[in-house]
């Protein structure tokens, strides 16, 4: 959904969300009936074929991740935000709870961990900030900075995958399913 998609459209090489489709995939988009882990079926060329439509949701024109939020309003954090592919996650800020939602990219469950996305959520939570985390079909809250450091140590989506327990996002199943190159 980001805004950088903007560049493409206008033939212009895009910058900051570069072959980035991470919040046009992996999140449930109520407005286009699309469930989480499932392409929206308007990517067009690893950006939006919707751009500057009347058809575009509100929720798509609105939406910038945090990366793209510090690069765009030039943000002092800017360089402590790495880009969701060198990531393998992207977050926002929620803004109504006092929260941040983390989206990782189910093919690179474990590269946040080691990107300095752990750093910046790790100060979000020190100030007093939950986490959710959308991991591999489970959705998990992360309510302490104690719990965080649980997250990072262990990996409790292969946990509860041994357990048998169901998935909190059912849609996870047919991403599952899918044969990838
Ligand atoms: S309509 Fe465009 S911006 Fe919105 S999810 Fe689909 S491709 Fe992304
Ligand atoms: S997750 Fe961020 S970088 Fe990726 S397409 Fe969306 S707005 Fe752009």
Known sequence: MGQAKRRKEAGERVSWCRTCTYCCTLPRIVALDKPMYRPCRHIANQGCGLFGQPERPAACVAYNCAYLSARMANAPERGAIPHPLDAGAY??????EKAYVLFVDPDRPGA????????????????????VVLDRGRRMVVSSPSLFEEILKRDYVAFADAEGRPLDEPSFAEWRAQARP
């Open 91 to 96: 977050f926002h800020r929620d803004p109504v």
């Open 112 to 131: 946040w961990k080691r990107s300095a996305v752990v750093d910046h959520l790790r100060a979000r939570m020190a100030e007093g900030f939950a986490l």
